[in-house]
Protein backbone atom coordinates (compact mmCIF):
# COMPACT_ATOMS: atom_id res chain seq x y z
CA UNK A 1 0.00 0.00 0.00
CA UNK A 2 0.97 3.71 -0.09
CA UNK A 3 0.55 5.55 2.97
CA UNK A 4 0.38 9.56 3.39
CA UNK A 5 1.38 11.04 6.57
CA UNK A 6 0.20 14.77 6.88
CA UNK A 7 2.24 17.51 9.02
CA UNK A 8 2.32 20.94 10.13
CA UNK A 9 -1.36 21.60 11.22
CA UNK A 10 -1.85 23.78 13.77
CA UNK A 11 -3.45 27.09 15.47
CA UNK A 12 -2.84 29.96 13.56
CA UNK A 13 -4.06 33.85 13.94
CA UNK A 14 -5.86 35.33 11.13
CA UNK A 15 -3.38 36.87 8.33
CA UNK A 16 -0.96 34.50 9.28
CA UNK A 17 0.80 30.99 7.77
CA UNK A 18 1.31 27.47 8.10
CA UNK A 19 3.19 25.27 5.92
CA UNK A 20 1.52 21.62 5.47
CA UNK A 21 3.58 18.63 4.22
CA UNK A 22 2.40 15.08 2.99
CA UNK A 23 4.91 12.23 2.89
CA UNK A 24 3.78 9.43 0.72
CA UNK A 25 5.65 6.05 1.33
CA UNK A 26 5.37 2.35 0.16
CA UNK A 27 7.11 0.64 -2.25
CA UNK A 28 7.18 0.56 -5.88
CA UNK A 29 4.78 3.08 -7.09
CA UNK A 30 4.34 6.15 -9.36
CA UNK A 31 2.10 9.10 -8.05
CA UNK A 32 0.12 10.96 -10.73
CA UNK A 33 -1.63 13.69 -8.50
CA UNK A 34 -1.36 14.73 -4.96
CA UNK A 35 -3.34 17.21 -3.42
CA UNK A 36 -4.97 18.49 -0.73
CA UNK A 37 -8.53 18.57 0.79
CA UNK A 38 -10.45 19.96 3.36
CA UNK A 39 -13.72 19.32 5.16
CA UNK A 40 -14.96 22.09 7.81
CA UNK A 41 -17.75 21.22 10.49
CA UNK A 42 -21.02 20.36 8.60
CA UNK A 43 -19.91 21.34 5.09
CA UNK A 44 -18.36 18.41 2.32
CA UNK A 45 -14.96 17.61 1.60
CA UNK A 46 -13.79 19.90 -0.99
CA UNK A 47 -10.72 20.18 -2.85
CA UNK A 48 -8.05 23.17 -1.96
CA UNK A 49 -5.42 22.30 -4.32
CA UNK A 50 -3.60 19.82 -6.29
CA UNK A 51 -0.62 19.26 -8.34
CA UNK A 52 0.23 16.62 -11.15
CA UNK A 53 3.48 14.55 -11.48
CA UNK A 54 4.41 17.40 -14.13
CA UNK A 55 3.87 20.60 -12.27
CA UNK A 56 0.42 21.37 -13.32
CA UNK A 57 -1.56 22.48 -10.50
CA UNK A 58 -5.44 23.34 -9.73
CA UNK A 59 -6.59 25.42 -6.85
CA UNK A 60 -9.62 26.06 -5.43
CA UNK A 61 -11.00 29.65 -5.59
CA UNK A 62 -11.47 30.60 -2.42
CA UNK A 63 -7.33 29.83 -2.13
CA UNK A 64 -6.09 30.81 -4.94
CA UNK A 65 -3.86 33.72 -3.97
CA UNK A 66 -3.36 32.78 -0.80
CA UNK A 67 -1.95 29.16 -1.28
CA UNK A 68 0.44 27.35 -3.25
CA UNK A 69 1.38 23.57 -3.35
CA UNK A 70 4.35 22.52 -4.35
CA UNK A 71 5.89 19.16 -4.71
CA UNK A 72 9.50 16.97 -4.44
CA UNK A 73 9.23 14.04 -6.80
CA UNK A 74 12.24 12.93 -5.33
CA UNK A 75 10.44 12.67 -1.54
CA UNK A 76 7.40 11.86 -3.00
CA UNK A 77 6.14 14.42 -0.61
CA UNK A 78 3.23 17.62 -1.47
CA UNK A 79 3.49 20.78 0.38
CA UNK A 80 0.48 23.40 1.31
CA UNK A 81 2.26 26.68 1.72
CA UNK A 82 -0.94 28.56 3.05
CA UNK A 83 -0.63 32.64 3.85
CA UNK A 84 -2.88 35.46 4.62
CA UNK A 85 -5.26 32.85 6.30
CA UNK A 86 -8.90 33.52 7.81
CA UNK A 87 -11.37 31.73 9.81
CA UNK A 88 -13.09 30.24 6.69
CA UNK A 89 -9.71 28.39 6.72
CA UNK A 90 -10.43 26.11 9.52
CA UNK A 91 -10.60 22.66 8.35
CA UNK A 92 -9.57 19.23 8.74
CA UNK A 93 -6.90 19.27 5.75
CA UNK A 94 -6.70 15.93 4.45
CA UNK A 95 -3.79 14.41 2.34
CA UNK A 96 -4.50 12.49 -1.02
CA UNK A 97 -2.11 10.85 -3.47
CA UNK A 98 -3.62 9.20 -6.49
CA UNK A 99 -0.97 6.71 -9.13
CA UNK A 100 -0.22 3.61 -10.06
CA UNK A 101 1.34 0.69 -7.85
CA UNK A 102 3.46 -1.32 -10.05
CA UNK A 103 2.46 -4.86 -8.68
CA UNK A 104 -1.45 -3.87 -7.43
CA UNK A 105 -2.31 -1.33 -9.93
CA UNK A 106 -3.90 1.71 -9.43
CA UNK A 107 -4.17 3.45 -6.02
CA UNK A 108 -6.03 6.16 -3.94
CA UNK A 109 -4.77 6.77 -0.48
CA UNK A 110 -5.77 9.60 1.89
CA UNK A 111 -4.01 10.62 5.19
CA UNK A 112 -5.50 11.08 8.35
CA UNK A 113 -5.78 14.87 8.47
CA UNK A 114 -4.48 17.52 10.23
CA UNK A 115 -6.40 20.00 11.56
CA UNK A 116 -5.84 23.62 11.26
CA UNK A 117 -7.66 26.54 13.56
CA UNK A 118 -7.33 29.92 12.11
CA UNK A 119 -8.69 31.89 15.36
CA UNK A 120 -7.86 34.95 17.36
Known amino acids: QVQLVESGGGLVQPGGSLRLSCAASGSMFSIHTMGWYRQAPGKQRELVAA???????NYADSVKGRFTISRDNAKNTVYLQMNSLTPEDTAVYYCNARGIRYVSGAFDSWGQGTQVTVSS
Open 51 to 57: ITSGGNT
